[in-house]
């Protein structure tokens, strides 16, 4: 099989797995999600009641997606996903028992449901994190691609077997099928043999694991450029999604079934170019497809506002669903193979918190104008805010990572200490000396700063280029490491991609043996001065 078709990560037999049991859980999710808000139907008559159950699921992404990020960094990612499963699995079997027992209410079907919420929002990033890093990371563009038909099978196929089994047998049923799913994850998570590398260094804290995450996206212009492109295009063009039941009701005069139809043309254009995703990437720059579907789909999104054929609205559906994945699959790869290992979890966290942030701030903000404007003035102004967001994302970078940049490399200088020297000593100071003639100096500063952004990227701050005034020629490098052991990692971190900028510089030092000092801050002269 081709290396680049969409279906070659499959070839692998623990992405195989790890593959099939994500869809599982995508499944059971869409399932109790859209089986929980049609059981509240038939609970209460409140129209609020029944539309918490969506808030129920989606709010603790925003409330605990970076956390989970961050845990799934520091601890062992197998044990991290049990944990978050059986939370799942509990909130289910309670379900479960209650609805049989004939004890389930409105509040106990809300509480649960937002603990399974939690559950799914905890592990997110984690089963993301952990599929992408059984694969070489030049295939991950068909992995992404495979977890979005993944997603999107399971979002037109849970909600029909949801609906299809209270309808036969009742919601126990329902339920029933959603702990089996959970449980079934559970046990392959067990069997799973997880390979983790050895901790050489103690591992960070849970909010000095949370700050290096946030410093590593600042100081990573591709990743910033990314979340950017996310942010804008998702909130500009959630519109149609939000407005889609107006669309359907108002202006073609559908029922639910109707709607639903227009929702499963989205999710068919969706898999389609899922499927041929990996042969646009060889044959378009990533930047024209990012543009061109953004364009399309802007253009869908007006043509929906004023088209009254119901079938001409879903033909363009189809092909809107292709512009959404060509937009959004596009970007989401170019962040998964642009973060180091080490961060990877908390990088598709915040990846994560910005795609839903964008739907839920732009769902709300369309829907205001819908109310102020109607439904045809909402969706052609969002169509020119995709066009306008293009704009504003003009100099955006889209370029994949490859292994060779971001895979750790073990550092070859010796550290020379004289003394004992604790892991929670310092703050650090770290001093470089270099020399470059006027001739050159433009490209060593160029040279130097890419360092300085690598360096913060992993962990140092208060980096500055320093140039000697008694001498023009001589420059030093100095930047701060808030411990012995922070400056540990930050060396542990560097990258292929890292060493590279590092040795452009390297011909512009002093002395390769002692152009590099290092300090630590020395506590007890405050004392002593005191």
């Known amino acids: 099989m081709n290396q680049q078709a969409t279906w070659f990560p499959l070839t692998h037999p623990q992405f195989r797995w790890f593959w099939g049991a994500g869809a599982v859980v995508n499944l059971a999710i869409w399932m109790h999600t859209v089986g929980a808000a049609w059981i509240m139907a038939g609970l209460t008559e409140s129209a609020w009641m029944v539309s918490l159950i969506q808030t129920a699921m989606t709010l603790p992404v925003f409330l605990f997606g970076l956390p989970g990020g961050v845990i799934a960094d520091l601890v062992s990612r197998k044990y991290w996903l049990l944990f978050t499963q059986a939370l799942m699995l509990t909130a289910a079997a309670v379900l479960l028992v209650m609805s049989l027992i004939g004890a389930l209410n409105v509040w106990s079907l809300l509480i649960l449901t937002f603990v399974l919420g939690t559950g799914s929002a905890l592990s997110m990033s984690a089963w993301m994190a952990v599929t992408l890093t059984l694969i070489p990371r030049d295939i991950v563009p068909a992995a ?156 869908v999104t007006a043509a929906a506002a004023l088209l009254e054929s119901a079938w001409l609205v879903w033909l363009l559906l189809v092909i809107a669903g292709i512009a959404w994945m060509a937009v959004n699959a596009t970007v989401a790869t170019i962040i998964q193979t642009c ?24 769902g709300a903000v369309w829907g205001f104008l ?65 020399r470059a003639g006027s001739e050159n100096q433009t490209e060593f500063i160029r040279a130097a700063y890419a360092v300085g952004k690598a360096r913060r990227r992993n962990g140092a701050r208060n980096w500055r280029l320093y140039r000697d005034l008694a001498d023009p020629e001589r420059f030093v490098e100095r930047f701060i490491v808030e411990s012995w052991l922070d400056y540990l990692r930050q060396r542990a971190r560097v990258t292929h991609s890292d060493q590279a900028l590092e040795a452009a510089l390297k011909h512009y030092l002093v002395d390769a043996g002692t152009a590099t000092k290092r300090y630590i801050y020395q506590a007890d002269v405050e004392a002593i001065w005191r």
């Open 370 to 434: 819908a109310e102020h404007l109607g439904t045809t003035g909402s969706l052609l102004i969002s169509a020119a805010a995709i066009v306008l967001g293009l704009l504003l994302t003009r100099n955006g970078i889209f370029v994949l990572g490859s292994e060779a940049d971001y895979r750790s490399v073990s550092q070859t200088d010796k550290l020379l200490i004289a003394g004992e020297v604790s892991h929670s000593d310092g703050p650090v100071s770290v001093e470089i000396c270099y």
């Open 144 to 299: 992404v691609a495979l977890n979005a038909i993944s997603t999107n099978v399971a979002r037109a196929v849970g909600p029909a077997l949801a609906g299809l089994l209270i309808a036969l047998a009742g919601p126990a049923s329902m339920f029933s099928l959603v702990v089996l799913c959970f449980l079934s994850v559970m046990l392959f998570l067990l069997l799973w043999r997880a390979h983790r590398l050895p901790e050489v260094l103690p591992p960070e804290t849970f909010v000095g694991g949370m700050r290096s995450g946030l410093r590593y996206i600042r100081h990573s212009v591709r990743l910033t450029s990314s979340l950017k492109q996310v942010f804008v295009f998702t909130s500009c063009a959630s519109a149609l999604w939000a407005l889609l039941p107006l669309i359907a009701r108002d202006r073609l005069g559908m029922e639910a079934d109707g709607y639903g139809m227009l929702m499963g043309a989205l999710g068919a254009g969706a898999v389609i170019a899922a499927v041929n995703l990996t042969r646009f990437y060889r044959h378009f720059p990533l930047r024209n497809l990012v543009v061109v579907g953004a364009l399309v789909f802007a253009l």
């Open 339 to 362: 973060a180091a290992d080490w961060v990877r979890a908390r990088v598709a966290s915040v990846y994560l918190l910005m795609y839903m942030g964008a739907m839920a701030l732009g």
